[in-house]
């Protein structure tokens, strides 16, 4: 059976996976002052880094309405079931208005199959789930079977996050600014990681780069011994060579069967920070 995958602006999905799947993205919103933009679609990076600079300040960002759902629910054929890969619901209203979203088109069109799953991850973690969907799709699954997995495999997703730079934090009121300018002083960098309830929450506290990312490889084998049938998920902000040599040591010492490697979007990258990556993969 053929199914439609869509997923939302959080999601960061890696261009080899895109044009070979047909994946709908119903976008975020960008809020600058008295300007408004959607991901992906009325600013990208370049504009997005642009307009921080000249601003000096952080966007707030927004959830797709449920009539953006429904809208995008409702341009999908009648007869192909959709799965629906929502942005952590620990994170945003996302999840919530992507389902009120499918309740108003099946009080249309109650025949149709939509099912929304809350990732409880975020950037490349949506993008693994995605991937691991393509792949499932591809051996037969049927929409029950695959809606069942999917909800499996979203417990098992790993997503760690490694920030290079506090000051994201501290500019989105996140952090204090005295206590950032402390961490900054001590270089300190902050370990980062998904949690079960699909938070963000600190998992350690580094002092330096390096050490910093020799912690973030290191993890990996605390959450998985068996790679060689996993595949890893990485991104990064505005670092495409920091990330290509952290991504080539992980894969030196944890052989994935196979890796992805692409930038952040406008709203992971507005509180990742210049320099931040993320992982995803599947543990034990």
């Known amino acids: 059976m053929d199914f439609q995958l869509m997923t939302d602006g959080g999601a960061d999905i890696p261009k080899r996976l895109t044009e070979t799947v047909d994946i709908i993205v119903v976008p975020l919103y960008l809020h600058f002052k008295d300007e408004q933009y959607q991901t992906g679609v009325t600013i990208d990076i370049p504009t997005y880094y642009k307009k921080i600079e000249e601003t000096k300040e952080l966007p707030r960002s927004s959830a797709p309405s449920p009539n953006d759902f429904y809208e995008a ?7 192909r079931p959709i799965i629906m890969l929502s942005l952590s619901k620990g994170l945003s209203s996302t999840y919530e208005n ?14 149709r199959k939509i099912e929304v799953i809350n990732t409880k991850t975020a950037s490349c973690g949506q993008a693994l789930l995605l991937h691991e969907a393509t792949q499932k ?3 037969g699954l049927s929409f029950e079977e695959l809606v069942i997995h999917l909800n499996e495999r979203t417990e098992q997703t790993t997503t760690l996050f490694v920030l290079k730079t506090l000051e994201n934090l501290v500019l989105g009121g996140r952090l204090d600014r005295v206590k950032g300018t402390l961490a900054k002083t001590l270089n300190i960098k902050l ?8 938070t963000i929450e600190v998992s350690e506290k580094v002092r330096g780069d390096k050490k910093s990312i020799r912690r973030f490889v290191e993890q990996i084998g605390e959450y998985t011994k068996n790679v060689e049938d996993k595949v890893i998920m990485m991104t990064h902000c505005n670092a495409e060579d920091r990330a ?5 040591d992980m894969t030196d010492n944890y052989p994935f069967k196979d890796s992805f490697l692409t930038e952040t979007g ?3 990258s507005t509180y990742g920070g210049q320099g931040a990556l993320v992982i995803s993969f599947f543990k034990d």
Request: aromatic letters at 2%; charged letters at 40%.
């Open 137 to 139: 799709i591809k051996e």
């Open 266 to 268: 406008p709203l992971i």
């Open 191 to 198: 370990l980062m990681k998904a949690s079960d309830e699909g």
């Open 73 to 79: 629910y409702k341009q999908v054929d009648p007869r």
């Open 98 to 111: 992507a389902v009120t979203g499918k309740n108003m088109l099946l009080e249309e069109e109650p025949e």
């Open 244 to 248: 290509m040599k952290v991504l080539k």
